[in-house]
């Protein structure tokens, strides 16, 4: 499709700024923790553990190395592909952001359900009982799950 041809697309600073530049680095940033300091990214995401000292199984080396692939891929679509395409590509923004938002739906999901299975199901619902740890995971994931959400309902998209 000609650029000349295509509608003008105003994305507002909030989206460009969380999607293109705070999102990519944090999950770089994860895949960094989940494959070189495995057990502190563990005491992070899971509320009740803080014994970092036992060995991890090669069950939890396996799933915390495809976690880790699988949050670079997630920088990557962020940081490159919504540029390449850029505003002018609504629709590809769209379907990126759709699939991040199913993203968000398995995350917000494990993260209740392991603290559910820990006991400490009332950390994941009260932010007063949040660690420091529990803001960046858990209240950064709702934050970006709500945030994709209006994106997608078009709050804030202008065409021209």
Same mark, same amino acid.
């Given at each position: 499709?000609? +650029?000349?041809?295509? =509608?003008?697309?105003? &994305? =507002?600073?909030?989206?460009? &700024?969380?999607?293109?530049?705070? /999102?990519?680095?944090?999950?770089?940033?994860?895949?960094?923790?989940?494959?070189? @300091?495995?057990?502190?990214?563990?005491?992070? &995401?899971?509320?009740?553990?803080?014994?970092?000292?036992?060995?991890?199984?090669?069950? /939890?080396?396996?799933?915390?190395?495809?976690?880790?692939?699988?949050?670079?891929?997630?920088?990557?679509?962020?940081?490159?592909?919504?540029?390449?395409?850029? +505003?002018?590509?609504?629709?590809?923004?769209?379907?990126?952001?759709?699939?991040?938002?199913?993203?968000?739906?398995?995350?917000?999901?494990?993260?209740?359900?392991?603290?559910?299975? *820990?006991?400490?199901?009332?950390?994941? $619902?009260?932010?007063?009982? $949040?660690?420091? /740890?529990?803001?960046?995971?858990?209240?950064? @994931?709702?934050?970006?799950?709500?945030?994709?959400?209006?994106?997608? *309902?078009?709050?804030?998209?202008?065409?021209?």
């Amino acid at each position: 499709m000609d +650029s000349k041809s295509s =509608p003008s697309t105003h &994305i =507002p600073l909030i989206y460009t &700024i969380f999607l293109l530049w705070l /999102e990519p680095i944090a999950a770089f940033s994860g895949t960094i923790q989940t494959l070189f @300091t495995p057990k502190p990214f563990l005491a992070i &995401i899971t509320p009740a553990v803080t014994d970092t000292s036992a060995s991890l199984t090669a069950v /939890e080396c396996l799933l915390l190395a495809q976690l880790g692939s699988m949050y670079l891929y997630f920088a990557f679509i962020s940081a490159v592909l919504l540029r390449y395409v850029g +505003s002018q590509r609504l629709d590809i923004w769209r379907l990126v952001i759709c699939g991040q938002t199913l993203g968000d739906i398995g995350h917000l999901y494990g993260l209740w359900l392991v603290a559910r299975l *820990m006991g400490a199901e009332s950390v994941f $619902w009260n932010p007063i009982e $949040w660690r420091s /740890e529990d803001v960046m995971n858990i209240g950064s @994931t709702w934050f970006g799950f709500l945030l994709r959400i209006a994106f997608l *309902m078009g709050f804030g998209v202008k065409r021209s």
